[in-house]
């Protein structure tokens, strides 16, 4: 009842009640009053006329008093509408995030809080926009930079050959291996970013298949424990022993896992230890990858998953893409898992969550 009472319609038709019933008792007083006149004979010869024109006093009456009343009623209704009206009129005109105050609990208050909930939408879709063409302003000026470097040098080195600005076979052979290495870098970059983009469509398409997550870890950390050893790195391993079902791309989370140890070698103290541990946690499998750090990269870790931004060793020997952690990031979430950093005692981290298929 409650919630038929908050009808509009129903609230516009009590006003029309109310305001019948007003127009219909201001007619009664006016023909009582008209009987009253004839009781006391103060009709003239003229009564005919007088009868016409006090019925259309009558009339006139009832219908100025319906309309004044039911006006009155529904004023504040007008007034809201009005509101309502001229709030639309300012969030086409750009004023998004603009929010009608309601009031009530009728159609007019949900036609407000349609409208608050569109223009919010409109002010996140806008902002949104907005980051979207920072964040391209920033790709293209991160990647114009990133590509020119090694370009330039290759520039460079093949106008010495084209020159013969060489003093010996060997000067020649050394600018040869530098063309070399900076096409290469030149490859790796291109490929990097195309990569980037591809995982940033909305569309891509993952090749899942359940996997026994710890026996996988367990294969690649094998793979990886030559290459530690290389760098002075022994390998503290936590990995649980149960059967870890998750739905994966197997090729694609490889990527990240290599990303990850890549990482820990190169930010390692050496020598010391790296600590690779899998947990069950509810319906979640926790990886943790961690190695000894004198300091952070950088002050907020969680920024290394950011598009082109590295370390400070890593500006400094001019190593690394920048989207390498950024693409790992995109690839975790596409598994519906989430990846972050953190710095805690000496120790940087990398964790990654799972989801468990039960």
């Known amino acids: 009842m409650k919630r038929f009472g908050n009808k509009l319609i129903v609230k516009l038709l009590v006003a029309i009640a109310i305001s019948f019933v007003v127009s219909l008792c201001m007619m009664t007083l006016i023909t009582f009053f008209y009987v009253y006149l004839s009781k006391k004979n103060e009709a003239t010869e003229h009564s005919l006329l007088i009868s016409y024109l006090l019925m259309l006093l009558q009339y006139s009456v009832g219908i100025f008093t319906f309309i004044v009343v039911f006006l009155l009623m529904v004023r504040k209704k007008i007034v809201y509408l009005k509101r309502i009206s001229e709030s639309v009129h300012q969030i086409a005109n750009g004023k998004l995030g603009l929010a009608i105050k309601l009031e009530s609990r009728d159609e007019l208050t949900q036609l407000a809080?349609?409208?608050?909930?569109?223009?919010?939408?409109?002010?996140?879709?806008?902002?949104?926009?907005?980051?979207?063409?920072?964040?391209?302003?920033?790709?293209?000026?991160?990647?114009?930079?990133?590509?020119?470097?090694?370009?330039?040098?290759?520039?460079?080195?093949?106008?010495?050959?084209?020159?013969?600005?060489?003093?010996?076979?060997?000067?020649?052979?050394?600018?040869?291996?530098?063309?070399?290495?900076?096409?290469?870098?030149?490859?790796?970059?291109?490929?990097?970013?195309?990569?980037?983009?591809?995982?940033?469509?909305?569309?891509?398409?993952?090749?899942?298949?359940?996997?026994?997550?710890?026996?996988?870890?367990?294969?690649?950390?094998?793979?990886?424990?030559?290459?530690?050893?290389?760098?002075?790195?022994?390998?503290?391993?936590?990995?649980?022993?149960?059967?870890?079902?998750?739905?994966?791309?197997?090729?694609?989370?490889?990527?990240?896992?290599?990303?990850?140890?890549?990482?820990?070698?190169?930010?390692?103290?050496?020598?010391?230890?790296?600590?690779?541990?899998?947990?069950?946690?509810?319906?979640?499998?926790?990886?943790?990858?961690?190695?000894?750090?004198?300091?952070?990269?950088?002050?907020?870790?969680?920024?290394?998953?950011?598009?082109?931004?590295?370390?400070?060793?890593a500006r400094k020997d001019n190593q690394g893409s920048g989207l390498g952690l950024a693409i790992s990031k995109r690839i975790v979430e596409l598994h519906n898992g989430s990846i972050h950093a953190e710095y805690k005692e000496g120790w940087m981290s990398f964790i990654i969550e799972h989801p468990i298929h039960l």
């Open 113 to 313: 809080q349609n409208i608050n909930y569109m223009s919010n939408q409109l002010e996140n879709k806008f902002e949104h926009e907005r980051q979207l063409e920072r964040a391209k302003n920033e790709l293209i000026t991160n990647v114009s930079h990133d590509l020119r470097t090694p370009l330039t040098s290759i520039i460079g080195y093949l106008d010495l050959l084209k020159k013969e600005q060489y003093a010996s076979k060997e000067q020649y052979q050394e600018y040869l291996e530098t063309i070399y290495s900076k096409s290469k870098r030149l490859k790796y970059l291109i490929d990097e970013l195309f990569e980037y983009t591809h995982l940033s469509s909305p569309d891509v398409l993952l090749n899942l298949n359940e996997v026994d997550l710890s026996g996988l870890l367990e294969q690649i950390v094998g793979e990886y424990i030559p290459i530690f050893e290389n760098e002075q790195l022994s390998i503290q391993k936590s990995i649980t022993e149960e059967n870890v079902p998750v739905f994966m791309d197997i090729e694609m989370m490889v990527r990240v896992y290599d990303n990850l140890f890549m990482n820990a070698i190169k930010y390692s103290m050496k020598p010391s230890e790296i600590q690779i541990s899998l947990d069950i946690f509810s319906s979640k499998a926790i990886l943790k990858v961690s190695n000894r750090a004198k300091k952070p990269p950088v002050e907020e870790v969680n920024k290394l998953f950011e598009r082109f931004f590295r370390g400070d060793k």
